[in-house]
């Protein structure tokens, strides 16, 4: 085995996390290791959400691989420079190359921050890697941040992958795929032409929407059916940006025959009407996820989410009529957000039966215009260029007011909002236990909202929630019992 051409990928540690509670398959990372493999690269992948970092010393150590990649995330980023300046102690001669939106945010800095990354590769991976694995000089590779005499010199910009039918989709060689459950998670394009403030996406992989094909997306859901899995996790904000690729997509999964369900994750409303959400139920989507983000116009309008209440209700209440399982993401802390404005989101949240909500803390990511909004406004002093440990998404403790509410009062907020989302699951859990009958009792949602409400407080959540286990026992085996035809 030649170690000159050997690499190991890794993945950072998010475990101790309460948003990355579950392993997720690292998708951006098989796409690299799919190139590599097609260019007859050996690499090895040590995902440290599953893996020790015990285990991939001794693998660096065993191996003694030239080169060492890490696809990188803002969030934790500190923790991640200090297991690479560790990495560099103990393996001096290991080349360590960074990509993934922390690198394309930062930049300079990033290598500055760390001096143990070695080379930087901004933007899309897939060809940057070969050419440095190649033994290509680094300044003639676009895209790559390297360091020459003390200095951090970048090459310029790598244009973007226009046709993503040409890359290979991942099969996840060498990736322990029994870690990560029995659902496929598989991405339809790349880049956004929308400019929400929170997001950094346009900025990362560019504001121009490229797609796969129809006829891609469905060679890969045979590949994976073909391996046993039946269940798929689209994780694209605008997978239904194209309407006619969506229906074409949907027309080849039904006449393929195969049994398999899909979630759409993170759509955005406007994207989609009844008649298209007919034919995603047909086509076997059974799950989605619409990006909300507020129940105000005001603050939609602040964020520059191009949509309006009106179109996100229209979208919910078509696909809960169509019977989807349908969830709903909200932030909270946004600029200009007011009291009323938070109330007019949790109003929203409990408007329909959903199965569930999430109410994210927002918080200023490196490469989104809400970072550069709270800089310009005092509310960080532009020295601190990495995502703020401790405060991704879902907690308890705001990072900067939003102009009208104090931290103070957004803190108040925010632990109301985790009795919203818990409020909802219940109301949730209620109806889908009820029979028929007892719904028809149920025809206000007032009253199911009230008793929702009630069971999550604090001092009666605890015993609502054994009897919830209760019940679900008790109507499965009356089931059981019904289906035997068991007679008393």
């Not at 909004?373 to 005092?378: C, H, Q």
């Amino acid at each position: 085995m030649n170690s000159e051409k050997e690499i190991i990928l890794i993945y950072p540690d998010f475990r101790d996390s309460h948003v990355f509670q579950n392993s997720g398959l690292p998708v951006g990372l098989g796409y690299i290791a799919r190139q590599l493999e097609g260019a007859c690269l050996k690499y090895e992948i040590v995902d440290l959400n599953i893996d020790s970092e015990d285990y991939l010393i001794d693998r660096i150590s065993n191996l003694q691989p030239k080169f060492l990649g890490i696809s990188m995330l803002s969030y934790r980023c500190r923790k991640t420079y200090g297991l690479l300046q560790k990495l560099k102690c103990e393996f001096p001669q290991l080349q360590i190359i960074a990509g993934g939106p922390h690198i394309t945010a930062n930049r300079e800095v990033a290598l500055m921050d760390c001096p143990a990354i070695d080379v930087g590769v901004v933007r899309e991976g897939e060809v940057t890697i070969l050419e440095i694995l190649r033994g290509d000089p680094l300044s003639t590779i676009k895209g790559v941040l390297y360091r020459e005499n003390g200095t951090v010199r970048f090459t310029g910009e790598r244009n973007f992958i226009e046709d993503l039918d040409q890359i290979t989709f991942p099969t996840y060689v060498g990736f322990k795929l029994e870690k990560y459950g029995t659902t496929m998670s598989l991405h339809s394009s790349r880049g956004c032409p929308y400019r929400c403030i929170f997001c950094s996406a346009p900025r990362i992989l560019g504001i121009k929407w490229r797609k796969r094909s129809a006829q891609s997306m469905v060679e890969e859901v045979k590949y994976w059916y073909g391996r046993g899995y039946r269940k798929f996790y689209y994780s694209d904000s605008n997978f239904a940006i194209d309407r006619e690729r969506v229906l074409r997509f949907c027309d080849e999964i039904i006449g393929s025959g195969l049994h398999v369900s899909f979630t759409a994750d993170g759509l955005r409303a406007n994207h989609v009407d009844r008649k298209l959400l007919e034919q995603m139920k047909r086509g076997g989507f059974t799950t989605i996820t619409f990006g909300v983000e507020s129940g105000s116009n005001k603050v939609l309008q602040n964020l520059k989410k191009g949509e309006t209440r009106e179109e996100i209700e229209s979208a919910i209440a078509a696909a809960i009529d169509l019977g989807f399982n349908v969830s709903l993401f909200f932030l909270i802390g946004s600029p200009g957000e007011e009291a009323d404005d938070i109330q007019q989101s949790f109003q929203l949240a409990r408007k329909y039966n959903v199965a569930r909500v999430w109410f994210f803390n927002l918080t200023p990511i490196p490469g989104t215009e809400f970072y550069d909004w709270a800089i310009a406004r005092g509310y960080l002093d532009g020295s601190e260029t990495r995502y703020p440990e401790g405060n991704f998404g879902f907690s308890e403790r705001a990072i900067l007011p939003t102009g009208i509410i104090t931290i103070d009062q957004l803190n108040r907020y925010i632990r109301l909002a985790r009795r919203v989302e818990r409020q909802v699951v219940y109301r949730y859990s209620i109806y889908k236990l009820l029979n028929r009958s007892v719904i028809k009792f149920f025809a206000d949602d007032s009253i199911l909202n009230m008793l929702s409400w009630s069971v999550s407080h604090p001092v009666i959540e605890p015993v609502f929630r054994l009897l919830l286990r209760l019940a679900r026992v008790v109507k499965q085996r009356w089931r059981f019992i019904r289906r035997s035809g068991l007679q008393f």
